[in-house]
């Protein structure tokens, strides 16, 4: 049933009255309204720095919304069924910090796939939180890690029951949906708590032809960004809530320590209207895009060397579910590896795709994509398969086994113990310090307090010939590690929590 409340955008409105109120302005922003002169302020408009405002009287506090942050943040629970949600103006990745944080003690167990974001992995670090790591679904063929099964945080919750939490991505980067309502019914039937992941998975909200939300599927909390799938500004995010385990007051404290206290107006107006437009259009829109990328699958498929990736492929793969809204191409028997074909389709076809892996690509289809753009990605495959295909060998089967390495300590114990800063091929069975991962996807090959074994050396060796994204705190071939000797001298001189 439609509810037109939702017509109203309670902060996006007030913020256009302050726009135009003809005030002093005695606060910052030191733009004051766009009453200066600069390069960006001439191309996109005064409009835009009109909506640029830090909590004058009548636009409420992001930190404590009683006004109309609060009534916008009422509205986006309402359109997705949640009970409560709060605004993020840096990206998913705080919410993700804030629902570990909030949850977890320091010591408390999490129950997680090892595929996380690497915000995950600094939540443990930040909140001193145990990881109770999961192996992820692997597709062989694909070379990407996927869902995780029921069976596996079954075994877990009975390996750990003194867990506190099971965290689940819903979807995964490539559109992987694990069982996320029998995997909580479970986790609460022990008294645990399931956060989600949900930075890939804001259209869920608002078409019944999505999968299921998290929110739909009982879990507790949920962090989503609504600038990756559902047309708000970069870096604009929800967290969404409901029942009784999430400690608000505490969930609260630990946003304001996160987030600025000058969050941007225009993110926060952003969320207001994606959410007006989702919950009025979003099951026309989305079941078009469905349609239209349905289309381009089935034309893809007739293309020699590549594989285009359905809900067919990913269910004889065992995965649970999959988000169709993800193009995933495979194209290694074109004799391309995803990282040159990602530069290929740029360079020749100015077709920007979201990422690569060693055989594949993904594409992302949202309500901003049109059928054109798609013809576009068609006419771009078809092309490079006319080029390639008969003239390369195609690549060797992926060899991906994703075995992670073992764990040695808590990320929080190796991120504040002494380090070395030593040569990759120095580093094996040595514990490592920081977090190397390709961004995107930003899964960490190694986290702190893993053993480093050669198969990870070999994995970074590998992405830093491949891909320019290779994300260290370091140059190069060097890697941080903990420095062994120092560590128990340190250990025991700091009662560490
Ligand atoms: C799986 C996953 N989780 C979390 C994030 C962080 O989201 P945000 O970019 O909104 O901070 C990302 C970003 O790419 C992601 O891919």
């Not at 003690?105 to 930040?126: E, F, M, Q, T, Y």
């Not at 990881?131 to 075994?155: C, H, M, R, W």
């Not at 993904?362 to 054109?372: E, M, R």
Request: glycine share 6%.
């Amino acid at each position: 049933m439609i509810n037109n409340k939702h017509v109203k955008t309670p902060f996006f409105t007030k913020l256009k009255e302050y726009g135009k109120s003809r005030v002093a302005p005695f606060d910052v922003p030191g733009h004051k309204l766009g009453k200066i002169d600069n390069d960006l302020i001439r191309y996109v408009g005064k409009r835009t720095y009109l909506l640029d405002s830090n909590s004058p009287i009548g636009l409420d506090h992001l930190n404590k919304p009683t006004g109309v942050i609060r009534d916008a943040e009422n509205l986006m629970a309402d359109a997705c069924h949640a009970e409560k949600s709060y605004f993020l103006t840096n990206g998913t990745t705080t919410g993700i910090l804030a629902m570990i944080m909030s949850v977890c003690k320091a010591n408390d167990k999490i129950i997680l796939p090892r595929n996380v974001h690497k915000s995950v992995i600094n939540g443990l670090i930040l909140s001193g939180a145990v990881p109770i790591f999961i192996k992820p679904n692997i597709d062989q063929d694909l070379g990407i890690a996927n869902d995780i099964t029921y069976g596996s945080v079954e075994k877990a919750i009975k390996d750990h029951p003194d867990a506190v939490a099971v965290f689940v991505i819903n979807p995964t980067y490539f559109g992987v949906i694990s069982d996320l309502k029998k995997i909580t019914d479970l986790a609460h039937e022990n008294d645990i708590i399931v956060m989600v992941d949900e930075a890939h998975g804001a259209q869920f909200y608002f078409s019944q032809k999505m999968p299921l939300s998290a929110m739909e599927a009982g879990a507790d909390i949920a962090a989503t960004s609504m600038h990756k799938t559902a047309g708000s500004f970069t870096q604009s995010s929800v967290i969404l809530t409901q029942g009784k385990r999430i400690n608000h007051q505490k969930l609260r404290a630990t946003l304001n320590m996160l987030q600025s206290t000058s969050p941007s107006s225009l993110l926060m107006a952003s969320i207001d209207v994606a959410r007006k437009t989702m919950y009025f259009k979003g099951e026309e829109k989305i079941g078009k895009i469905l349609d239209m990328a349905h289309e381009t699958r089935e034309r893809m498929k007739n293309i020699p060397g590549i594989t285009v990736v359905d809900k067919e492929y990913m269910k004889k793969k065992g995965c649970f579910d999959f988000d169709e809204t993800k193009i995933i191409i495979k194209v290694s028997e074109l004799g391309l590896s995803g990282f040159e074909v990602y530069q290929l389709m740029k360079e020749k076809y100015n077709i920007q795709l979201e990422l690569a892996e060693s055989h594949i690509i993904l594409a992302i289809v949202t309500i901003g994509t049109s059928k054109k753009d798609l013809d576009r990605l068609y006419k771009g495959f078809l092309s490079l398969s006319e080029y390639y295909h008969e003239f390369r060998d195609k690549l060797p089967k992926v060899e991906f086994e994703y075995m992670f390495p073992e764990t040695y300590s808590r990320p929080r114990d190796a991120y504040h113990a002494p380090k070395l800063i030593v040569s990759l091929d120095d580093a094996v069975n040595e514990v490592a310090g920081e977090s190397v991962m390709i961004y995107p996807p930003g899964i960490p090959i190694v986290i702190p307090g893993e053993v480093i074994t050669q198969d990870v050396i070999d994995d970074i060796k590998f992405y830093s010939n491949k891909s320019k994204a290779l994300h260290s705190d370091l140059e190069d071939a060097m890697i941080t590690i903990v420095d062994k000797e120092n560590w128990e001298k340190y250990s025991e001189e700091n009662n560490e929590l």
